[in-house]
């Protein structure tokens, strides 16, 4: 096995977090390449539950090397309170196995209140952001208008762009938005209350992940999100502002060479999404209830019921595709236990014409869902962890969606606990 990426292949949720913690048993490195505080990477082990914003799923297994990579959203103040969470459960954080690229951007406190302001002007058109300051700090990224953290190292330079970003932003607080202006105080108070903790895990990680490619060593690249949430191949506007793809893996983690010879991508059994924008056959009403209960649908991070609907075939197999995923994790199968009859979504009909193709974005707000129906088996299968054990119906259920995503189901998961798997 070569590198490896772990992937989104829906909506996010789809149990990532899990899967990391799983794999990383066979990987020396972990690198989060994308995305930010955000994220809610849940992961059940000997140490307890952990719902993961920023650090790498990585982080529990003794030996291996987590990784913040350039591509991430580094929010410093929010990374130090996660890491005290995990460290008081007797996680043991040190800069031997935690490292922040030197490369990584600075999401500053007004990048968090920027994204409050921008969806209350928005008011019922809003994005549904987690408000987590993500789509500002990207938008200044690219506008490079944030800082690195390598700038830490360089008091004098850090203090002059520093200033100079601070009298750009309040142009923006106090003339668009009418909000008060950060002042030059107010921000090295906080850079001392945050950045300063976190400088000693501030490395050159490029250098470091060169070298543990040349050394042979195995590399997992962990994404947040998923497939339908990439900012360019995703449902856009309603997607997160990064690439979710296993493509921007050797960007965003600092190792633009690397080969990834494995995409794991994760699919649950049934569809969710957290947040606005289109989402084909959704459930609403007793059996949406049903389901987001059965399969405890809410945020990680912002404790927002998930909005729930059957497996949607359709969008997972853009996902497959998008993803280049090589095999298919699929979790929460033992969710579907309570059901006589399984929906899932075959098809869209879009403009009254039924396709298996999913369609540009502006199309999903007309798509209606094609529902099958796949016999249930009625029973618990969470203690199940051979593919021969599992009751017939949901061996079927299971090669139903491998032959229709057109990728090879390699893992099923049946709970949330570490061991709760099948490998297949
Ligand atoms: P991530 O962001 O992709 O890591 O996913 P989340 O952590 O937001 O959501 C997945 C949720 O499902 C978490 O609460 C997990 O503990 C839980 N989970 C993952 N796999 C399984 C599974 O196979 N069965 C059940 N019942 N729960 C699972």
Redesign the pocket.
């Known amino acids: 096995m070569g590198h490896c990426a772990i992937v ?1 292949i829906n909506w ?7 899967m990391v913690d799983l794999l990383t048993k066979d990987y020396d490195v972990v690198v989060r390449y994308q995305g930010g505080g955000n ?6 082990n000997e140490y307890g ?1 952990f ?1 993961l914003h920023l650090l790498p ?1 990585g982080i529990f297994r003794k030996g291996v090397v987590n990784i913040l990579g350039n591509g991430v959203a580094l929010d410093p103040e929010n990374l130090w309170k996660e890491m005290q969470d995990v460290m008081k459960k007797g996680v043991e954080l040190t800069p031997d196995n935690l490292k922040i690229s030197d490369r990584a951007s600075l999401l500053l406190p007004w990048h968090r209140d920027l994204d409050e302001l921008e969806e209350s002007r928005l008011k019922d058109k809003k994005y549904g952001s987690t408000k987590q300051g993500i789509a500002p700090f990207y938008s200044d990224k690219y506008q490079k208008k944030t800082l690195r953290l390598g700038e830490l190292f360089y008091p004098e330079t850090l203090k002059r762009h520093l200033a100079e970003l601070l009298e750009w932003k309040n142009l923006t607080l106090t003339k668009v938005y009418g909000a008060e202006p950060y002042t030059m105080e107010q921000l090295e108070h906080w850079m001392e209350d945050y950045c300063e903790k976190i400088k000693p895990y501030i490395f050159d990680t490029s250098l470091f992940l060169r070298n543990a490619q040349n050394d042979g060593k195995k590399i997992l690249f962990e994404a ?3 497939s339908l949430r990439d900012l360019d191949y995703g449902i856009y506007p309603y997607t997160t502002s990064s690439n979710t793809t296993a493509a921007y893996a050797p960007i965003g983690s600092g190792l633009p060479g690397a080969v990834i010879t494995d995409v794991i991508g ?1 699919v ?1 059994a049934y569809s969710t999404c957290v947040g606005e924008g289109p989402f084909v056959g959704e459930l609403f009403g007793e059996e949406a209830d049903a389901l987001r209960e059965a ?2 649908e809410y ?2 991070k912002t404790g927002r019921p998930r909005r729930v609907a059957p497996l949607d075939l359709v969008a997972t197999r853009y996902g497959v595709e998008v993803q280049a995923a090589t095999s298919i994790a699929l ?5 579907l236990s309570y059901m006589e009859k399984i929906p899932v979504c075959t098809h869209y009909l879009v403009d009254g014409k039924k396709t298996d193709r999913f369609p540009f974005p502006a199309a999903l707000q007309q798509a209606q869902a094609v529902i099958e129906y796949l016999p249930g088996w009625k029973c618990d299968i ?1 203690k199940v962890r051979t593919w021969e054990e599992l009751p017939k119906e949901a061996k079927d259920y299971v090669e139903f969606t491998e032959q229709a995503i057109g990728c090879h189901i390699g893992f099923v ?4 606990e570490r061991d ?1 798997i099948i490998y297949r």
Do not use: C, M, N, Y
């Open positions: 989104g996010g949720d789809e149990g990532k977090g899990r994220a809610g990477h849940t992961v059940i539950k719902a799923s947040q999100l998923g994760v649950k399969g405890f945020g990680a979790t929460k199968l033992d969710v969470s998961s049946v709970g949330p709760s």
